[in-house]
Nanobody, 117 residues
Framework: QVRLVESGGGSVQAGGSLQLSCAAS????????MAWHRQAPGQLREQVAS???????YYADSVKGRFTVSKDNAKNTFELRMDNLKPEDTATYYC???????????WGRGTQVTVSS
């Protein structure tokens, strides 16, 4: 059974930084595609960043130059470093994963990020 658990969310002032972590079990992070999505109240969930084998890392235009994704294969975790945070980054952040040849898309339960001006 695949399980994704996010951590690292919190409240920061604009310009601050946070690092989110997604602990995975039931899948090998190194062999899986991984993504971070976010959803603000009243808005659709959007993909923020992802790592997929054979493709450049993806970043939404709104976070390019400020967010960085990475994998820690030894810990089987997926990270999102967020710098120069803005109030519009306030949202619940979700970790997601998929495996080549498997139709399922797995979700974590999310972690809240709040950025005050």
């Amino acid at each position: 059974q695949v399980r994704l658990v996010e951590s690292g969310g919190g409240s920061v002032q604009a310009g601050g930084s946070l690092q989110l972590s997604c602990a995975a079990s039931g899948i090998n992070v190194g062999n899986s595609g991984m993504a971070w999505h976010r959803q603000a109240p009243g808005q659709l969930r959007e993909q923020v960043a992802s790592i997929s084998s054979g493709h450049p890392n993806y970043y939404a235009d709104s976070v390019k130059g400020r967010f960085t994704v990475s994998k820690d294969n030894a810990k089987n975790t997926f990270e999102l470093r967020m710098d120069n945070l803005k109030p519009e980054d306030t949202a619940t952040y979700y970790c997601a994963a998929w495996q080549v040849g498997v139709p399922d898309y797995y979700w974590g339960r999310g972690t809240q990020v709040t950025v005050s001006s």
